[in-house]
């Protein structure tokens, strides 16, 4: 499966963002998704993800209650929106997937084989 997000973007704090990731190739209802960030100098962060029928998901504690992920089987995508921004959510966003028809998810990089190419979220305080 091929990975492209869009959706990045500046923000002010407080403010709202809709990020997308399309998929392409190989069936995409097979793929649990997640989504990560990543800032320079730090290591990838797990953000949230969705099992392969979105009947789960997890997100990280920073970011519990401010954003959602979903997904639309039927148009091969994925999204997180983000709402109550902070400086702190300031990174390079990445989606990425991992062949999986379990309905249980993990955050670990590790596990998602397929990365798309990141889109840029800058929240300015």
């Known amino acids: 499966v091929q990975l492209q997000a869009s959706g990045g973007g500046l923000a002010q704090t407080g403010g709202s963002l809709r990020l997308s990731c399309a998929a392409s190739?190989?069936?995409?209802?097979?793929?649990?998704m997640a989504w990560f960030r990543q800032t320079p100098g730090k290591e990838r962060e797990f953000v949230a993800a969705?099992?392969?029928?979105?009947?789960?998901?997890i997100y990280a504690d920073s970011v519990k209650g401010r954003f959602t992920i979903s997904r639309d089987n039927t148009k091969n995508t994925v999204s997180l929106q983000m709402n109550s921004l902070k400086p702190e959510d300031t990174a390079v966003y990445y989606c990425?997937?991992?062949?999986?028809?379990?309905?249980?998810?993990?955050?670990?990089?590790?596990?998602?084989?397929?990365w798309g190419q990141g889109t840029l979220v800058t929240v300015s305080s």
């Open positions: 990425a997937a991992r062949f999986s028809k379990s309905p249980t998810v993990v955050g670990g990089d590790r596990y998602y084989s397929a």
């Open positions: 190739g190989r069936s995409f209802s097979n793929y649990a």
């Open positions: 969705i099992s392969w029928n979105g009947g789960t998901t």
